[in-house]
Each structure stands twice: as C-alpha cells, then as structure tokens.
C-alpha cells in the first residue's frame, strides 16, 4: 500500500579487490552513490524507514575502457528515476517505469562513448522494496537474493551467452561456471541495439526477518548460493556481513571488483496497516452508530 513505511537495516560496500587497478563497480542506496569524479565514502550503513527503497549495484565491464564511468551512468540514472519509483503504487507500473530507466541509462551510455570515442558497459540489477511488493530486475550478471524463513531464493537469473546454452539444454549449470563465455554478457547497458535490451524480472513480497542482498559476480564466481545463505543466517548486523562476504570471496582468490548491498526487514509495514485499516473501520462504525441514531431520532 502506498505510504505504508517499511524499515530497513542496510548496508552497502564495495572493494577493489586483489587484481584490478581501478573499482569499476558501484551501488545505489536510496540517494547515496559513489561519484568517481569525487571519490566518496566506498560504504553506506543505515537504518531506514521509507515508503519505498531503492537499491542497485552496476558493475562496470571489464575490459571496456571507461567501465567505472559506465557503472556511474547507471546508478546516477538510477537516482533521476528514484523518486517516480517510489511514487509508482504496484510492482507492474514499477515494472514499466524501470525499463524506461533502463532505456534511459543505455542512451546516457551511448552518448558519453559517442563523445569520448571508448566503448563502455555496465550491468545493472535494481530492487524496489516497498510494503506490498518487491520488484526486482536485472540486466547482466549481478546477482539479486531473498532469504527468507523458508531458504534463499535467487531473484535473478544472468544473462550471459553461457546461461542461454543452459536455458536451451546445451549445457548443465556446472559446465556454464566452468565455461569461457561465463562472463561473456548477453545483455548490459550500453548495447547498440537498445531494442534487444529486455531484463530479467522476478516480484516478491517481504516479512519482518528477510533478508535481500544484491551483489555483483566479484562475489558470486567464487561463492556458491549455500555459502551466502550461511552468512545471510548468521544473525550479524548487516554491516558485519557485508565485510564478511567480501572477505569470504577474497580468500576464495576473487579476482574482481567485489560489491555488496544487503537489507534486512525490520519492519514490513504490516502492523501499520493493520492500524490504518482498524482505524478505517472504526470509522466506519462509528459512521453507521451516528446514522442509525439520526435516523431513530426522525422516526
């Protein structure tokens, strides 16, 4: 329901890893990003209550010149687009606005390559958290998990030329870990056929104790799915488990850029709406009380 405010504890850190010269990733958290032309603070933590969230994480393309710029685009588009993505009242027109975005931030990358004669790209993969969905999408390869009572669920599927071979039967899941084209990006900001851009998109709803966590594949090449369940059930504060997983996939010999986004659900709203629609009905009843008393009083 909109204006049902939902509390989360977050944090969101990103390290340049072992092997890169430069960061070429970045993240998005409701208004905070990291600007390369003025380097910030490489970490957010904070406990927010908001009518909707908006978290991302862009991970620049390796090997394009340019990807910490590419990955900057795509979380400042993030952030023109954060606000109409609050105000949107269901995950479909969600849904909608966010692939205009998409357009959008393939466009401002265009351009900038355009102007600078270097070719750049970025993934990109978006949650917007609100009291009576979650919508989550992607474009690439950074992963989107839920963590609930029941397990973890991945809300994002990657697109690279090694998942499409999965996807028709080629190959097993193990083949594509293991294959060349693992990385290779079947979708991305920054393509030149704009019209070929069609992310991945998964709806979900929240409890209080969830957990959501975007991170990009600096993490997930090295750590499978059981390995960040367990961090994500520890019980730690988010900040700590942030830290964690990136230590985790550092000693795994992680060679990338590695960036995490966690939430956890402190608050779903629902007590408050519980309230909201008591009070309605309270109303209502004491509307009828007064009616029916009117009405005995003229007759």
Known sequence: MKGIPVTLEIAAVTDIGQKRASNQDNFYVNGCYIDHYDIAAERFEAVDSMNTHVLAVCDGMGGH????VAAMIGVS??????????????????????????LDANDRILEHSRTTGKKMGSTVSMLVVASNYVYACNLGDSEIYHKN???????????????????????????????????????????????????????????????????SDGITDVLQSHAIYASLSSGRPVKDIADALIEKALRKGSGDNLTVVIARV???????????????????AVGVAALIV??????
């Not at 010149?65 to 910490?68: K, Q, V, Y």
């Not at 952030?79 to 909608?96: F, I, Q, V």
């Not at 709406?273 to 008591?278: A, C, E, G, I, K």
């Not at 009117?294 to 007759?299: A, G, T």
């Open 294 to 299: 009117f009405l005995s009083r003229l007759f």
């Open 77 to 102: 588009t993030v952030a023109d687009y954060s606000n109409a993505l609050s105000l949107c009242g269901s995950a479909d027109e969600t849904s909608r606005l966010a692939q205009d975005m998409l």
């Open 149 to 215: 009572q029941y397990g973890i669920e991945r809300l994002s599927k990657p697109q690279t030329f090694a998942q499409a071979l999965v996807d028709v039967g080629v190959i097993s899941e193990y083949q594509a870990s293991q294959s060349y084209v693992r990385n290779q990006l079947s979708q991305y900001l920054g393509m030149e056929n704009k019209r070929a851009i069609k992310p991945n998109e998964q709806f979900t709803s929240i409890r209080n104790g969830d957990m959501l966590l975007i991170c």
């Open 266 to 284: 402190l608050d779903d709203g629902r007590a408050a709406l519980f309230r909201r629609r008591l009070a309605a009905l309270c109303a209502v």
């Open 65 to 68: 010149a340019d990807g910490d």
